[in-house]
């Protein structure tokens, strides 16, 4: 039996620069135009835009190159070969899971496609609040048009499955509205394993589009490799030190190789490119970097319905409700955006409370179950200023986030909104995902339960897989580690490129804000680099 296309492996049979690992040892000197870490949203629209423009361009990632015939659409793979930590990636307190990918293309290779424009109160907050003027939804269309057209980003045009449809349903016998949502795929096969890499190469992941154009044009790759630090000097990087690891993140040899390049762009995400410049001693006369640090913290709920469901199956987000953030203030008490995640063993195990024959009766439903979850809308309230960055004594990063009352207050008004709606759609039984809590029979059973559940972190299940801010922008260097282009205020060949410059979150799923805000620094850096006009194509 033929195998589908692979580009990937096409593109190394045909000579790609790819070094690290099995595709070979990494030189002890590499000099370029571009150091570029990362190779996700931010960093694969950076490795487009520079190379179109004739630049040499080096890419640096943590993770291994995988691709279309190594994603099998097992949890047991996919989790310890393209996540951070193996998917259990936690804050300091151990109260927040963070899913976020270590591998090429990043985060993109394994989300589940969900595409939204930055919303425009966060731009407006960001113009008034951090001094972004020329950040407004009007300038930055553009930059988003040019992302969807390149990505593939529009509507998904096949029914929901039943996962997503019973929100539909819910929302809609409650009138609370209920939209679709774009997705960035071509050619989907509707198959539900976008978590664990797509088979079939129909997600328009930087994993097929904008790494593979780079590559195409000369630029290298290196994989398996870790920017341990920049090399300062003054107002300029003058070296970037990068050591190989082993799949599993530890130091796999006393070597190093150094990269020379006229500029450096970090985009190694939320967490990774805050950790990178507090390794490296960057300059932060204002006290800002790794602070607001914010995650859209994500609480649970679980029903039961008296026929299957299997959440397993089909595209894993296409309903979503803005209702809980439109009718509430932006900076007043937090706002949560509705949506319906896949459900796959592993990550359902690991998320429900309980633990023996009580587990054991919930994974006996597990075809049966339904779920919803709620992002929210951290980083716009004084209450609400996200968590810290900081380093442990090996070097390595960990996230301090505090789950205050504001937070929790959230949550619980989350909770009650998820199992309503769930009820509404006809559900037998719901439980929200928390330590203390049970299933409940009724909404009125549920409404009267949820409103008295200790809302605390490590009994309340919190989870997140958006990761913004830590180097945030700002019209000033007192506001933000990063000027409105892109550049770092104080070190003038360094610029950061990922949703690590988010001043707040964004309200949504990030992966389109990155695209689209990306896509015109990087063109903007372009420019000054090489003095030609460039474009996504």
């Known amino acids: 039996m033929s195998r589908l296309p692979d580009p990937v492996r096409d593109g190394l049979a045909r000579g790609w620069k790819v070094l690290g690992a099995e595709h070979g040892p990494l030189p002890e ?16 629209i950076t490795a487009e835009l520079l190379s179109r423009a004739g630049l040499k361009i080096v890419i640096v990632e943590e993770g291994p190159l995988r691709s279309s015939t190594d994603f099998h659409q097992r949890e047991s793979e996919a ?20 899913l976020q990918g270590r591998c090429v293309g990043g ?21 008034a609040e951090f001094g972004l003027s020329d950040y407004g939804s009007e300038a930055l269309a553009p930059w988003f048009a040019q992302a969807e057209k390149r990505l593939n980003i529009g509507p998904w045009l096949m029914a929901p499955n039943d996962n997503n449809d019973l929100l539909r349903k819910g929302a809609a016998s409650l009138g609370i509205a209920a939209a679709m949502i774009q997705r960035n795929v071509k050619g989907c096969w509707n198959l539900g394993s976008c978590g664990m890499g797509c088979p079939t190469n129909a997600k328009q992941s930087m994993l097929v589009t904008t790494i593979p154009a780079a ?91 008296d026929r299957a469901i299997e959440g397993w199956k089909g595209a894993p987000q296409t309903v979503y409700s803005d209702h809980f953030l439109e009718t509430q203030p932006l900076t007043g008490a937090i706002g949560y955006k509705l949506e319906a995640p896949p459900i796959h063993p592993v990550i359902f ?15 006996a439903q597990f075809p049966k179950t339904h779920a919803l979850l709620a992002l929210m809308r951290d980083g716009f309230h004084e209450q609400s200023p996200g968590g810290r960055v900081t380093l442990r004594s090996d070097g390595s990063p960990v996230l301090d986030y505090p789950l205050n009352d504001f937070v929790m207050d959230g949550a619980r008004r989350a909770f009650l909104s998820m199992a309503e709606i769930q009820f509404a759609a006809g559900a037998r039984s719901v439980l929200p995902v928390h330590e ?75 992966q389109l804000s990155i695209y689209g805000i990306v896509n015109r620094i990087a063109t903007g850096l372009a420019k000054r680099l090489s003095g030609r006009d460039v474009a996504l194509a």
């Open 29 to 44: 000197r590499i000099e370029c135009d571009v150091a570029i870490v990362g190779s996700g949203a931010g960093a694969g």
């Open 349 to 363: 195990a690991s998320s429900l409370p309980g633990y023996g024959r009580e587990q054991a009766d919930l994974l």
């Open 79 to 98: 989790y310890p070969s393209l996540y951070q930590e193996s998917a259990a990636r936690k804050t300091a307190d151990k109260a927040i899971n963070i």
């Open 107 to 127: 985060s993109t290779t394994v989300n589940w496609t969900s595409s939204f424009r930055t919303p425009v109160p966060t731009l407006s907050h960001w113009q």
């Open 215 to 305: 590559l195409e044009r000369g630029a290298t790759l290196l994989v398996q490799t870790r920017a341990d630090s920049l090399q300062l000097r003054g107002d300029r990087v003058e070296a970037l030190r990068c050591v190989p690891v082993t799949l599993a993140g530890d130091t796999a040899a006393s070597s190093s190789t150094t990269i020379v390049a006229r500029h450096y762009v970090v985009a190694a995400g939320a967490i990774n490119s805050p950790a990178l410049l507090l390794r490296s001693g960057a300059p932060d006369p204002h006290g800002r970097l790794g602070r607001r640090t914010f995650l859209h913290p994500v609480v649970i709920s679980a029903a039961l319905f």
């Open 436 to 510: 203390m809590a049970r299933r409940y029979d009724s909404w009125a059973q549920a409404r009267e339960a949820i409103a008295a559940l200790p809302m605390k972190p490590l009994l309340t299940r919190v989870v997140s897989a958006h990761v913004m801010g830590g180097c945030g922008l700002a019209g000033d260097e007192r506001r933000g580690v990063i000027r409105p282009d892109g550049t770092h205020w104080q070190v003038a060949n360094l610029s950061i490129h990922d949703g690590s410059i988010f001043p707040t979150s964004i309200g949504a799923n990030p």
